[in-house]
């Protein structure tokens, strides 16, 4: 304690506990001359003194109280400094806190600084994604009632829409991709390009032999051949509509084909094989399917996504039965406003819990 | 014997608990690593290992009520690894692939990888 100054309090403690002893001499010393009638004189107070031994035991007070004084002193200091320690301790947690406080908010900027940077650049990757991988114009085109259900998981996505016209063939994929965010991103574009190429370019026009060549180019590609660390892929359904014919030709990798008329929901299922790896050593090549369709009829393409969505306890999933429902029961409606309407259904489905997956739901009135 | 290889389950991963005790395997949860690479291969590599010389008797049970489609192929990837026990006739392997009553994703999984692996496969409700 600053304000005792320098004087230990063991000593003032002794002290004072001294001169509080001589009371006790000092007032049975004049008590007793004041009985005896010897005077207050000094030499009366000596007498008085001298001739009552009892004086000399009380004239000990001084030196034992002084003693008494002293160690409560003692005892005194210890907690003092106690205190004092424990106030210094205090201030070097409350300094440390305070560092420690300055170094999270340092660390604080840079992480936004860093989240920011982060999703500037993925926000202008999803712009290039958009302009190339995610346009569905030349489907709108070619389709007047046609929809496509795009919600990606992050910003970018691993899922995709892909059209395309060759000669009086269009083809109409619903691509996922593994992964979502900016692996799946890539995977998208690489998806993308090479279903261009194998059509366009190479003439593949029959849906089991593009599924064949995607694979072979996917793991050429991405080296797979080798033992390779990278077993990504894609699952899709491609169909071919020939409107000729009114014939359409289906190959599934992974994900199925709905086809509405009146209704009524014919499936046709996929091969289990996806795109892409090595680790299938027992894979067969891609089937094809032909339906033939009326004019009207629905072709409806999803990436599992949406199946596999949670509900907002996290306890189910949403399921094909659901979505079948959904699509045979609305049938003869705009496509769009189908597809709202599913839309408006999954975010009742979800509630708060997070998506999952990137979805993606195509559906084209044929 | 080979030691056992366990992994607790995170909220995107699922339990793993290779017992080379009792020869029961489970693989229990949800499976949507951000990387699903770094999860399976180590998983993988410990599996490999354990085909060269297994138990008589190996059971796998798979109680999984989500995955993604990167782990899809990684888990079909680990079934796959126990066919070499089978065709190299070193054990038995038996395969049970649990889901939940209605939940037709995990379902038609299971069964269109049981029509694809040649190994006893059973699929079983919770």
Redesign the interface.
Known sequence: MASRGKTDVRVVYAIYGALFGFMFPIIATLFDAFMRDLGFGVSSLIEAQKTQPLHWIIDSAPIFLGLFSCMAGIKQKEVIEMNENLEKKVEQRTEMLHEQNEELRVMQGELEDGLHRISQSINYAQRIQDAIVTNTQELQDAFADSAVLFRPRDVVSGDFPWYLKKGNYHFVAAVDCTGHGVPGAFMSLIGYFLLNKIVKEQNLLDTNEILCELHREVVRVLGQEADSDVHDGMDLALCRIDPKNQEVMFSGAGNPVYHMRDGDLMEYKADFWSIGGTQYRKRKPYQAQKFHYKQGDVISMFSDGITDQFSADGKDKFGYRKLKKHLASNHSDNLNGVHESFNSQMNNWMGDHRQMDDMLLMSVRL | MAESLRIEATEDTPLIDFDTSTGVFKVTGRA?PED??DFF?PIEEWLQAYVESPLAETIVEMRID?F???A???I??LL?CFEDIVDDEKGEVKILWYYKE????IE?KGE??S??LELPFEMKTL
């Open positions: 949507l699903a690479h291969k989500y993604n489609s990167a899809t192929r990684y079909f990837n796959m209605g939940d037709d994703m038609s269109e990888m029509s694809i």
